[in-house]
């Protein structure tokens, strides 16, 4: 969640959405063998941070999960499982409990299975950009999380025929490692929209416009609109790589 803050809170914000891959969202109890358990897509940040403040302030307090809780509820309304995510629907209007990507609110279904209104997809940081419910970069901070990601695209047979590029940034799971993680993605981040935005105005000069397709063609990903980018994220990712030498990284070219 702190790369989710620092990249929508730069100078020039990112669009952004932030993703857990595990089954069940779990955090820190009294004790090893008791932890905090809630189910992704369901329950908010403030949700969380009311229960466990309730539970016992002084602990929670203690071992940093209501400070968490507090940045993450200013972020966005609650954790969402990548699985769930329905790419290609739009993420705009209420948000429904337990929605998987906007289904259920695009078809107005409010259920048992579902819940009540609970907040906008605007209100979170970063929304604005990500109202197609399609992203160009997807960047995991553990290995194991970058392997779901994978797998799961592999899984969905890419009906979007939408190249991503898929990063890791192995970040170690502490405050102090996570800010230096969060400013490390944000200097991927500007890295790579630099090139874009370069080879964007190289393809709608050049050879979009020469197919009549221009800027639409780049920004929607189609086939060969991107080569010029796809190619020069390896350089992009070893001159980071350089600079970041104890976070290491991994990168893979996918497809939604």
Not at 164 to 175: C, E, G, L, M, R
Request: hydrophobic share 40%; proline share 5%.
């Amino acid at each position: 969640m702190e790369a989710h803050l620092r990249l929508t809170t730069a100078p020039t914000p990112y669009p952004t959405i932030s993703f857990g891959t595990g089954s069940l969202v779990r955090l820190p109890g009294p004790s090893i063998n008791a932890p905090n358990v809630y189910n992704f897509n369901h329950t908010s940040y403030a949700a969380m941070y009311n229960e466990l403040a309730g539970k016992d302030t002084k602990l929670y307090k203690a071992n940093g999960i209501l400070p968490m809780l507090e940045r993450n509820k200013n972020v966005k309304w609650g954790p969402e499982r990548w699985q769930d995510w329905r790419v290609g629907v739009p993420r705009v209007g209420k948000r429904y409990h337990g929605d998987n990507g906007g289904d259920a609110a695009a078809k107005g279904n409010v259920n048992a299975d579902v819940g009540v209104v609970d907040a906008e997809y605007g209100n979170d940081k970063g929304s604005m950009g990500t109202e197609a419910g399609v992203v160009d970069i997807v960047i995991t901070c553990e290995e194991r999380c970058w392997e779901a990601v994978i797998d799961d695209l592999l899984n969905r047979g890419a009906p979007l025929n939408r190249p991503v590029h898929v990063f890791n940034v192995d970040i170690k799971d502490n405050h102090e490692e996570a800010l230096v993680g969060g400013k490390a993605i944000l200097e991927l981040a500007d890295a790579l929209n630099a090139a874009a935005r370069e080879e964007r105005d190289a393809y709608i000069g050049g050879s979009g416009s020469a197919v009549g397709m221009g800027a639409y063609g780049f920004d929607a990903g189609h086939v060969g609109a991107r080569e010029g980018f796809d190619e020069r994220v390896p350089e992009i990712l070893a001159r980071w790589q350089e600079k970041w030498p104890t976070l290491p990284a991994l990168w893979t070219l996918a497809w939604f």
